[in-house]
Structure formats: structure tokens, C-alpha cells
């Protein structure tokens, strides 16, 4: 049993306190704990708790069938549960070898970059809320509303959607919604906009953000960071563009990049996210095909309903695949898509069961949040918390 | 491929005249202000447990289930498929032989909903026809006293429960 945290390291120097910030801190977002040393008002350590909100995913996918799983990666990033779902499904696709039809795919793309600009929007609002600028979180918090209510009339559920499945989508799209969505896709701008006149020239903001927790360049790959953080930085990497993934390679759309990495480009670049996820998102729209949601594959996929009961292979197929579950080739495969927070994949080894031999998840929030340790040193203590606010964990996916 | 990027630069320092009079502020405060008189002439929030908003048609409630529409028969076969693909195994099934001596039902039939997660995956399983057996309801207001009374039995399931009425115990 080894000292806890806050014994630890007993050589420090004279005249620092140790601080414990969370685990149930209103600026922590989650049960994040932080053990910092202070000399006076200036952190001189900075130690992560983190596992307060362990739930061993990894090992709850060795003992759910694959498409049971896809109820828990929900609850992974729960600020944006579809794109969980997607990274699930595209990571046991490819060891599977088949490809959903179009229609599936571009479903996926809109629905994840709606999953990106909600996560977003979230982290723009408590962003904005823990550095005191209290109304850009009511701003946000009223179009996410919006934007589940669209999540609720698509797959039926608000928050943990579960509307992706092995080999396609769940369910197909209403009628009428993706006019909705093009209306959303039109205010949402009007929103970011406005939030953008009350924070980005603002001086209390610019006081608050600018040059605090500076990322460097280097030390953004050094310590692994991913999407927003790592872009914050000036590193040109999403994984959208670098290893396209569901044809992102065809749409139109840039990747904001900062110049310094302190908090203040971190905001810059999620702010600019959000324009061109709504891009992306009409872009979608447009191109939205018809045809088949899910891929040819009856062993994977369950058969229609109407199927099932006229259809005597069709009863069987569906019976193996609920009783048991499909059985993928023996192998592994990673595959990861650029979640709201960064790279989230999937490491996978199959031993060609009904469920993973060993699942490895690669969190992007996980890996960002580590940095905090090296970037907190020397900052004010209110300043740590713009910069919890700007690396955006979702403990969710942190503790798994 | 090369990369599209675009560079987010810093905001140019407005001029003197603006940082005098707070222009930054200023413009931030009208936002506020159109949102408030936006606000009071159509709000967006209800007066939650007064008003209650619609809820979409796939709304995933709590399971239940349901006999046929038409004749009223039980509709369920007893199958189990539910009970396998429960990623919480929070359906529990015994069945005995259908009266009319083809067939099973179910003599026991439970669901936790301590532990459904609501995912829907057992109405996918559900092969009956006209209509899946279960069904996702549009009851969502789960709050009860005593942890047993999460137990969901086949009257339960297929009655509802008397809406509780929430409020102080006396």
C-alpha cells in the first residue's frame, strides 16, 4: 500500500501547503481530484487522483458480446455518446472486414459531428461558467436542448443513444428530421457567433485565458495530446484528415490550429471546431443517400422484423445472433476516429469468440489530462481551474 | 493529402477609443440584452412537473409489455431472447406449458429496473408478432420508496404501476 497522495514526496520545500482540489469540486467537471502544492497563491506541484469514476470498461468488454458493448461505450464520454458508439462499431467492423452502406456512413458523420458541436457547446458553457462568465453557459445549455431533442426523435433516448449497431444504424431517420437539423445547423451558428462577441474580445476573458497553461508545440506530442489540446498548440493533426475514416476524406472542411497553446487557443480552436462541424453537418445533409441502413451481412446484422417471421433462415440468423452473438475472425485491430476530445480508439484482440479477448481503450481525455501536472506549475490556483476548463476531461472517459 | 488548416489568430487589440468607453463590454451586453427580452417574450423552459413537454414517438421509457392490440392475447412466446441479449441481465424469465397446450409462457417474468439501462436492445430481440412483446414506454418518473419495488412483475409489466405521487412521507 503506498502513502497517499498528498504524503507523497515529503521532501518539499518549506513553506508549501498542499491543497486538495475535488474530487467534488464545481470546476473539476467530475470527480476529478488534483493535489496541488502552493507556495502562497502559486501552484509549485500539481498531482492527478484520478479513478474515482472507474467502472472497468475494458473489462466488461471481455464479457459482453460485441453488440452489448455498445450500450457501455455510451457511457464513456457521455457528452458525446454517438461518437463512442461509432468508434465501437468502425473498430469491430474492420475486424469483421465489412462496410456499411453509404447511407450508415453519412448518418454516422452527421451524427457524430452534432455529438462534436454538443460536447462543445458543453464545454464552452462550464468553461465559460468556472472563469465567471455565467451567461454563455444558458446560451449553450438551450441549444443543446435542442440538439437532444433531435438525438430523442432519431434514436429515442436523449443522452445514452445506442443507436449504433455492428454492420449499421439502429434505427432510420424520421421523417422531416433532417430539415430539422438544417434549422438547428443555422441557429447554432447564430449561438456560437454570439458567444463569440461576448468572450472573445472581452478583457475580463482575455485577462483570464491568455498565456496561462502555454502547451508547447513539443510538449503536445511529447505527452500524447490529442485533438483540441493538440491542435491548440499548432500541431496540424486530426485524425480526420490524416487517416480518414467513413469518407471524411470527401468532405469540406479545415482544421483550426493555434499559435501559442496556452487557454485562450485551445478556446479559439473548439470555437472554430464548431463552425466547421456545422459544415460538415450541412454538408451531410446534402449528401444524405437513400438506400440500405445496414451492411449485407446475415450473420452479423439482425434481419428486418418482417423477415424474421416470414423467413426461416432469417429466424435463425436472428435466434444465433441474440442467443450468442456473431463470431468475428480471430486477430486484432485498433481503429480510432477524432472524438470531440481527441483521438478515441479501439484496440481489439478477438479470439474469434462472441466477445473480445482483450479490450484495450485508447482515451483521448485521458491522455490530455495528464499534461495538467507539467502546465499547472508556476500558475495561480485560479488559474488551474481555466485550464481543467480547457484540456475539457469528461471523467466518464478518464476513469472508464 | 496536404491538410486544410486554418489558423485561428488572435483578435487584433481594438482601438483606443474602443478600450475607453469598453466597447468589448458593451458589445457583449447588448447580446444579453436581446437574449433577455427574446427571453420573456417566448421562454424556452417549462414549469417541469406542471407542464409536461412532449415526448418523441421512439422515446425509450421504461420496458413493459404489451398483448395484442387486437385480440388481447398474451403475446409473449417465452423465448428468453430478451433475457440473452440484456447487456445488464436484468430480465429474469420462468416459463410454464400455454394453456392452450402449444407453446410456453411466461409464469414469471421480471425486470429490474435498478438495473435496465434502457438501451432497447431487447425490443430488437423480441420476435412476436403483430408487435414485439416488449416494448419501450414512454414512462419515465421512476422514483420509489423502497429498492423492492423496482422489481417489475408481469402485472407490472403489463398494467403499469399507479403513478406515484412524489412528496413528503408521513
Not at chain 1, 205 to 222: K, M, N
Request: charged letters at 25%; aromatic letters at 8%; glycine letters at 8%.
Amino acid at each position: 500500500m503506498s502513502e497517499p497522495l498528498e504524503l507523497q514526496g515529503a521532501d518539499r520545500d518549506e513553506g508549501t501547503v498542499v491543497l486538495n482540489m475535488g474530487p467534488s469540486h464545481p470546476s473539476t467537471h467530475g470527480v476529478l481530484r488534483l493535489v496541488l502544492d502552493v507556495d502562497g497563491e502559486v501552484v509549485t506541484r500539481c498531482r492527478a487522483d484520478i479513478g474515482f469514476l472507474h467502472r472497468g470498461f475494458e473489462k466488461i468488454a471481455e464479457n459482453k458480446t460485441w453488440t452489448q458493448f455498445i450500450t457501455w461505450t455510451d457511457r464513456m464520454d457521455y457528452l458525446a455518446p454517438v461518437s463512442n458508439n461509432v468508434a465501437w462499431a468502425l473498430a469491430v467492423e474492420k475486424l469483421l472486414g465489412i462496410e456499411v452502406p453509404e447511407r450508415a456512413r453519412v448518418l454516422r458523420v452527421l451524427l457524430c459531428e452534432m455529438a462534436r458541436v454538443s460536447a462543445h457547446l458543453l464545454w464552452l458553457g462550464t468553461h465559460a461558467l468556472d472563469l465567471g462568465a455565467a451567461t454563455v453557459f444558458f446560451y449553450t445549455f438551450q441549444q443543446r436542448e435542442i440538439l437532444y431533442d433531435l438525438y430523442e426523435r432519431l434514436t429515442g433516448a436523449r443522452f445514452t443513444t445506442s443507436t449504433v449497431r455492428i454492420g449499421g444504424m439502429a434505427r432510420d431517420i424520421p421523417e422531416g428530421w433532417l430539415d430539422d437539423v438544417r434549422a438547428f445547423a443555422d441557429q447554432v451558428t447564430k449561438v456560437i457567433d454570439e458567444c463569440d462577441r461576448l468572450l472573445t474580445r472581452n478583457r475580463i476573458w482575455l485577462g483570464r485565458t491568455q498565456d496561462v497553461g502555454i502547451i508547447s508545440r513539443e510538449d503536445a506530442i511529447a505527452w500524447g495530446c490529442t485533438g483540441p489540446v493538440l491542435r491548440g498548440s499548432g500541431v496540424e493533426w486530426d485524425v480526420r484528415k490524416a487517416q480518414p475514416y467513413l469518407d471524411y476524406d470527401q468532405y469540406d472542411f479545415e482544421i483550426p490550429v493555434g499559435t501559442v497553446g496556452d487557454v485562450y487557443d485551445r478556446y479559439l480552436v473548439r470555437m472554430e471546431e464548431m463552425r466547421q462541424s456545422v459544415r460538415i453537418i450541412r454538408q451531410a445533409i446534402e449528401r444524405m443517400p437513400d438506400g440500405p441502413l445496414n451492411a449485407d451481412a446475415p450473420k452479423v446484422v439482425l434481419p428486418p422484423k418482417e423477415k424474421v417471421l416470414t423467413s426461416m433462415e432469417a429466424l435463425i440468423h436472428h435466434f444465433i445472433i441474440v442467443t450468442e452473438g456473431f463470431h468475428p475472425p480471430e486477430g486484432e485491430v485498433y481503429h480510432a476516429i477524432e472524438a470531440p476530445k481527441g483521438e478515441l480508439g479501439f484496440y481489439i484482440v478477438s479470439d474469434g469468440g462472441p466477445s473480445a479477448y482483450r479490450c484495450r481503450i485508447r482515451p483521448a481525455a485521458f491522455v490530455n489530462l495528464q499534461v495538467i501536472e507539467k502546465i499547472a506549475v508556476g500558475q495561480m490556483i485560479p488559474d488551474v481551474v481555466g485550464i481543467i476548463g480547457s484540456l475539457d476531461p469528461v471523467m466518464g472517459e478518464v476513469d472508464r | 493529402m496536404a491538410i486544410k488548416v486554418k489558423r485561428t489568430p488572435r483578435p487584433e487589440r481594438p482601438p483606443l477609443w474602443k478600450r475607453l468607453v469598453l466597447g468589448e463590454l458593451i458589445e457583449g451586453l447588448m447580446v444579453t440584452l436581446v437574449h433577455n427580452f427574446r427571453a420573456l417574450r417566448e421562454p424556452f423552459t417549462v414549469q417541469y412537473p406542471d407542464e409536461q413537454l412532449p415526448l418523441e414517438p421512439r422515446y425509450r421509457g421504461v420496458p413493459r409489455l404489451r398483448s395484442h392490440p387486437e385480440t388481447g392475447e398474451e403475446l409473449c412466446i417465452s423465448c428468453h431472447q430478451c433475457e440473452r441479449i440484456c447487456p445488464d441481465r436484468c430480465i429474469h424469465i420462468e416459463d410454464e406449458p400455454h394453456p392452450s397446450g402449444r407453446g410456453k409462457r411466461p409464469r414469471v417474468f421480471t425486470i429490474d429496473y435498478e438495473r435496465c439501462c434502457l438501451c432497447g436492445l431487447c425490443v430488437e430481440a423480441c420476435p412476436t408478432k403483430p408487435v414485439t412483446s416488449i416494448y419501450m414506454s414512454h414512462d419515465f418518473e421512476l422514483a420509489r420508496y423502497r429498492r423492492d419495488e423496482f422489481k417489475a412483475d408481469l402485472r407490472e409489466l403489463y398494467f403499469g404501476k399507479d403513478k406515484v405521487v412524489y412528496g413528503r412521507r408521513s
